[in-house]
């Protein structure tokens, strides 16, 4: 299995509930720096969760800077390919209402990179991810050891992490900016 890739490639990870948020690395950082004091109680369902979480801690970004997927649950693995996500503009007020809801899958990026992360997997992921250790890992050309140790600690592979190849690669994720899956 396969969890990250900076070169476009296919990314795969173990599927908890199928419901999964993509959100860059250093806004899931910030959510992590402010959720403990969120009452998450009385939230029913997972898309509603996303939603309260992007009205929480981004009330200024759109409601489109966290994203939302629901896959069928009838495999044990989600395997997620880069070349499936476009560029996208909020100028189609139907779509960005779309959007709001979580109907259909937007983010915002500002790291040219995003996480994958089912979302029966946040408060464990939560209580161990770090953005500083993750680029540092990264900048090291350690993310095999680093997904290796996080596995451990979070006991699954409910996951992944795609890093941008760069604005000359020729890709469609390129950089920073508004993305949708398609």
Do not use: C
Request: hydrophobic share 40%; net charge negative.
């Amino acid at each position: 299995m396969h969890q990250f890739s900076n070169d476009n490639s296919p990314v795969e990870m173990e599927l908890l509930s199928g419901h999964l948020l993509f959100a860059d690395p250093l806004y899931f950082q910030h959510m992590i720096n402010n959720y403990y004091g969120i009452d998450t109680s009385g939230i029913d369902g997972k898309r509603e969760l996303v939603i309260v979480f992007e009205e929480t801690f981004f009330p200024h970004g759109g409601a489109v800077l966290l994203g939302y997927k629901k896959v069928a649950k009838n495999t044990d693995t989600y395997l997620f390919e880069p070349a499936r996500i476009k560029k996208w503009k909020t100028d189609d007020g139907q779509q960005l209402a779309l959007a709001q809801q979580k109907q259909i899958t937007t983010f915002g990026i500002d790291t040219a990179s995003f996480l994958i992360i089912d979302v029966d997997n946040l408060e464990k992921f939560m209580s161990i991810f770090s953005y500083d250790s993750l680029i540092d890992a990264y900048l090291e050309n350690q993310l095999d050891k680093y997904f290796e140790t996080t596995n451990k600690q979070i006991a699954n592979k409910a996951w992944a992490y795609v890093i941008s190849r760069g604005v000359d690669s020729g890709d469609v994720f390129d950089s920073n900016g508004l993305y949708i899956v398609e």
